[in-house]
């Protein structure tokens, strides 16, 4: 198991499980997280014939955009190579169904290691609003 957890803050967290049958590595990412900001962790899955980089995230509504998408940036730039592939998901709590700057500004940098958004539908139904707040982003090119 990979985990970030809260220390200050109560009730969130992110976690990997990953199946003991399966070779992966924890890529650490302790330097980079800030609760509410940017909450992550990251493992590298070891396949026979592709290796894939999954990055789970929560992103709080009161967090610092800015610094989110800044280490986001920074992380993906580090591991990056054109023979990995990424996998990212979580509460992002940037609402996909609105075309807006937070959305115009995380789009333009995932598509810069060709990273799309599938969903186009609701994820998260209260009452009488609708939201794409939980997300994926993965290499629709190769998937």
């Not at 023979?83 to 598509?111: P, S, W």
Request: aromatic residues 10%; glycine residues 2%.
């Amino acid at each position: 198991m990979v985990k970030f957890c809260r220390g200050r803050y109560k009730n969130r967290g992110i976690c990997i499980f990953v199946n003991e049958s399966i070779e992966f590595d924890s890529i650490s990412t302790h330097h980079i997280c800030k609760e509410k900001d940017l909450e992550i962790c990251t493992i590298k899955l070891n396949l026979p014939k592709i290796k894939i980089v999954i990055i789970p995230i929560y992103r709080s509504p009161t967090g610092n955009y800015n610094y989110f998408l800044r280490k986001l940036e920074s992380l993906l730039n580090t591991l990056y190579t054109k023979k990995m592939e990424f996998i990212i998901c979580g509460d992002i709590n940037t609402n996909y169904l609105h075309c807006h700057n937070r959305r115009q500004q995380l789009d333009t940098l995932l598509a810069m290691y060709n990273l799309k958004n599938p969903v186009n539908f609701p994820t998260r139904i209260v009452n009488h609003t609708s939201t794409v707040i939980d997300n994926i982003f993965i290499d629709l090119s190769r998937n």
